[in-house]
């Protein structure tokens, strides 16, 4: 089955070249693929056209919730509001009202609009007990770990390899790891999982 789906490259990852960040329109999370190498990718067509990469609508506000723990509230069907708790991580590329964003429950990068949700009470930031690196943590070491292999162990003893991919700015301990056999990025604070 042939599906078409439409989104919006959102910046090429400089450890790898052939690996580009893509938001999907109607999708929530940022997939990592390989454009051009990438053989579920039958027809790729570049259009012309340039997004509106239109400033943040209020700076201060944008800053104020970067590289910070919140809780989140969706509604969910029949009305339903559930809280995840996560880390605004930056402002995403190209929609500069969108932010990067994962969760606790499912580690991977997520892209919201969320300075409204935060304005009407749905995205509130919390206490981190962790916000401040630990004094014995030498976060310059950690700059090296861009462009490492990783290996993950699972909960079932499989393992999986991946790439770090980036360093996340408002949080040195955290990076994006993209992994050979899956499409998402996933987010992992490797000072918490050393």
């Known amino acids: 089955?042939?599906?078409?789906?439409?989104?919006?490259?959102?910046?090429?990852?400089?450890?790898?070249?052939?690996?580009?960040?893509?938001?999907?329109?109607?999708?929530?999370?940022?997939?990592?693929?390989?454009?051009?190498?990438d053989d579920r990718i039958l027809a790729l067509q570049v259009y012309p056209e340039k997004v509106d990469s239109?400033?943040?609508?209020?700076?201060?506000?944008?800053?104020?919730?970067?590289?910070?723990?919140?809780?989140?509230?969706?509604?969910?069907?029949?009305?339903?509001r559930k809280q995840w708790k996560g880390m605004v991580l930056s402002q995403?590329?190209?929609?500069?009202?969108?932010?990067?964003?994962?969760?606790?429950?499912d580690p991977i990068l997520y892209m919201y609009e969320l300075l409204d949700d935060f304005r009407e009470g749905d995205l509130r930031i919390i206490p981190d007990m962790d916000e401040i690196v630990p004094p014995d943590v030498d976060m310059e070491v950690r700059d090296d770990l861009i462009g490492k292999s990783v290996e993950y162990a699972n909960q079932d003893g499989s393992k999986r390899v991946g790439v770090v991919i980036h360093?996340?700015?408002?949080?040195?301990?955290?990076?994006?790891?993209?992994?050979?056999?899956?499409?998402?990025?996933y987010v992992y604070d490797l000072v918490k999982k050393m």
């Open 1 to 37: 089955m042939i599906t078409f789906w439409r989104g919006t490259v959102l910046e090429q990852v400089a450890i790898n070249p052939f690996l580009y960040l893509v938001k999907y329109d109607g999708v929530d999370c940022v997939y990592g693929l390989e454009l051009t190498r």
């Open 54 to 80: 239109a400033q943040v609508p209020d700076p201060i506000l944008a800053n104020t919730i970067i590289g910070r723990a919140v809780e989140h509230i969706f509604e969910g069907e029949l009305g339903l």
């Open 92 to 105: 995403a590329p190209v929609f500069k009202s969108w932010f990067y964003i994962t969760y606790e429950k």
């Open 167 to 185: 360093q996340v700015e408002a949080r040195p301990s955290v990076y994006f790891i993209k992994f050979e056999d899956d499409f998402h990025i």
